[in-house]
């Protein structure tokens, strides 16, 4: 009989107590780096429900500034503005409108928040076309880059003029983050904040979201959005977004994205944020309503994967009951 001997090397004893698990934690979580999304709707006279995404709502305008100060209040980093217009067109008109839902909801926001948290919006068409597309089409129903660019230029001087303090662009057209930023320098809005969506693959995981904003597509966005199975080229939009002055990158969505996310995070020397999606929200929110899964620990889980992948700042709705948690130190 040989016995066996006693490991010397005994990795567990730094997961012994709450205490020394606390002290060893590699990832760390802080409501300053989580974003809130919302969306804000025209012409409603209540918040309404988004059936896809149990406990989150459509704003109206009367409920938007009570959010944000809950927002504030539990310290997050910021919120992002979507619009949900009543009418929609060809080229998205309302996104460019002064009094257009987004650009009204964002004073309404910039107000509320009072310099607390940093009030962001979306600067992509697909909430204001008839067609869902995120940008204008050309004679044969394709996605014409470069007149969108103007669209988005257009856009981008509306928001900025609204008091947005960081654009999301969101569309995925090729050469938005040097357009957007020469047209904001020249208008005098140097001090903007760009934020690309850099890494944003044509992903299943959207689908709650078309609810949440009304809207309908018709075809696909694989013209424009990456192919879900391509990891270097992820990386690569990321690299030519910096080139072109974006202030910050970001993947999405990111669950089913860390490795891009941990590419991106160790090539960058922008920010790095990650979009956790409204079909990650979805999948968590259903199987917890199911009784599957543990609700809390499956979000904080879900977050904390990723942070540790890379991300600087996570977009989540999830964003206001996780900064609680945190704030209660109960996230362990
Ligand atoms: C584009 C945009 C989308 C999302 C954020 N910005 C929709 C899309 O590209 O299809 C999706 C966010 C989510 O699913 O939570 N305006």
Not at 101 to 113: H, Q, Y
Not at 232 to 255: Q, T, W
Request: with cysteine; proline share 5%; charged share 25%.
């Amino acid at each position: 009989m040989t016995s066996t001997p006693a490991p010397r090397i005994r990795p567990r004893r730094l997961r012994e107590t709450p205490a020394l698990r606390r002290l060893a934690s590699e990832t760390r979580l802080d409501p300053a780096e989580l974003v809130l999304p919302m969306f804000v709707r025209e012409g409603a006279s209540a918040p309404l429900p988004i059936a896809s995404m149990p406990g989150v709502v459509q704003h109206t305008l009367d409920s938007l500034p009570a959010a944000i100060d809950a927002a504030a209040s539990v310290g997050l980093g910021g919120v992002m503005l979507f619009g949900v217009p009543e009418q929609r067109d060809a080229r998205g008109s309302g996104a460019t409108d002064p009094e257009g839902i987004l650009n009204v909801a964002t004073r309404v926001a910039v107000e509320a928040s009072a310099g607390r948290l940093v009030v962001q919006t979306d600067l992509c068409l697909d909430e204001f076309t008839d067609h869902g597309h995120c940008g204008v089409l050309d004679g044969r129903g394709r996605v014409d880059n470069d007149a969108t660019l103007e669209r988005y230029t257009a856009m981008a001087l509306e928001q900025s003029r609204a008091g947005s303090q960081l654009l999301g662009l969101s569309g995925m057209m090729d050469g938005q983050v040097a357009a957007v930023r020469e047209a904001l320098d020249d208008g005098g809005h140097q001090d903007v904040v760009l934020m690309a969506y850099s890494a944003k693959y044509a992903s299943a995981f959207y689908g709650p979201f078309r609810d949440a904003v009304e809207s309908t597509l018709e075809g696909d966005r694989r013209s424009y959005q990456l192919d879900p199975g391509n990891r270097r080229e992820g990386l690569r939009e990321a690299m030519l977004d910096i080139e072109e002055g974006a202030d910050i990158v970001m993947v999405k969505p990111a669950g089913s994205y860390l490795d891009v996310l941990a590419d991106v995070a160790a090539a960058s020397d922008v920010p790095v944020w990650a979009y956790q999606v409204s079909g990650e929200y979805a999948m968590i929110e259903a199987a917890a309503a199911h009784g599957w899964i543990d609700r809390k620990r499956a979000v904080i889980e879900s977050v904390r994967g990723i942070r540790r992948a890379g991300a600087d700042a996570v977009l989540t709705y999830w964003a206001v009951e996780l900064a609680d948690w945190i704030r209660k130190g109960d996230v362990a």
